[in-house]
């Protein structure tokens, strides 16, 4: 990660700076399987709690990774499914004010299981499924709030509206 701030001149002539936090861009995953949906949960520091979230990363060792390779090694990772179809779905900034940084949203179908290869800093990870409903529940009672996976909900709604036609 890079934090820099620019010094920019704006287009009425005024000077100004931006902050910008440079990321590399990360792959975020919404397994699926019928009704339910596969999240998990880890402390997440800056909040100081643990918080539910489809699973998601980024390859910093390696930005130019293909971003459905990079989706399916946090799938891997995170929780042991392996994804016999990948589909990205949709795109999503962090924040564009103020952040680069960009995810690629995939869905993934077609899963099998199998021993998750969690990093050292993911030891303490949980994963679960969850039908919609639940989640929608969680969503709506404050133990879902990552906007990355909310969005991402949406972006599953969108694109099976896209298959169905309605």
Do not use: C
Not at 65 to 85: I, M, N, V, Y
Not at 114 to 137: C, I, K, N, V, Y
């Amino acid at each position: 990660m890079v934090v820099r701030e620019d010094q920019i001149r704006r287009p009425d002539g005024t000077d100004g700076i931006f902050g910008v936090i440079d990321k590399p861009d990360y792959a975020l995953i919404v397994p699926a399987d019928g009704d339910r949906l596969h999240l998990v949960e880890q402390f997440r520091y800056p909040l100081g709690m643990r918080r539910w979230e489809f699973p998601q990363g980024t390859a910093p060792n390696r930005a130019d990774a293909d971003p459905a390779e990079l989706a399916a090694r946090e799938l891997r990772e995170e929780t042991g499914l392996r994804a016999g179809s990948m589909v990205q779905i949709g795109t999503l900034d962090v924040a564009p004010g103020m952040s680069s940084q960009r995810g690629r949203v995939f869905l993934a179908t077609d899963l099998a299981e199998g021993p998750p290869e969690r990093e050292h800093s993911e030891q303490d990870m949980r994963a679960a499924w969850f039908t919609r409903d639940e989640l929608t529940d969680m969503i709506r009672r404050g133990e879902v709030t990552d906007a990355q996976s909310v969005a991402a909900l949406g972006l599953l709604l969108l694109h099976e509206r896209e298959l169905t036609g309605r």
